[in-house]
């Protein structure tokens, strides 16, 4: 029923900046939290910020003061504003929307932090 889609992976330096993005279709993204995970190799899939849909954000302690996310309701998209990355960083980011006992999920965006 949602279908979200991941943009703006990439390779970068460290210390370089990346934005991802995610669209979301469907009607209930206003109304949902919109979550970013990310799964390097070998590792658990962990979560890295959620938006709740009234705008309070939550970060993993590894992006805290580093990410940043943010959503448009009107454009129906979730942001993932990447500063200051290091190498720990590599790995595939998923877009999560969560509503109730929905939870659809992006095909993944990679990104990769090395020099």
């Known amino acids: 029923q949602v279908q979200l889609v991941e943009s703006g992976g990439g390779l970068v330096q460290p210390g370089g900046s990346l934005r991802l993005s995610c669209v979301a279709s469907?009607?209930?993204?206003?109304?949902?939290?919109m979550n970013w995970y990310r799964q390097a190799p070998g590792k658990e899939r962990e979560l890295v910020a959620r938006?709740?849909?009234?705008?309070?954000?939550n970060y993993a302690d590894s992006a805290k003061g580093r990410f940043t996310i943010s959503r448009d309701n009107a454009l129906n998209t979730a942001y993932l504003q990447m500063n200051s990355l290091k190498p720990e960083d590599t790995a595939v980011y998923y877009c999560?929307?969560?509503?109730?006992?929905?939870?659809?999920w992006g095909k993944g965006t990679l990104v990769t932090v090395s020099s």
């Open positions: 999560n929307l969560r509503r109730l006992a929905m939870d659809y």
């Open positions: 938006i709740s849909s009234g705008g309070s954000t």
């Open positions: 469907g009607s209930i993204f206003s109304i949902a939290a």
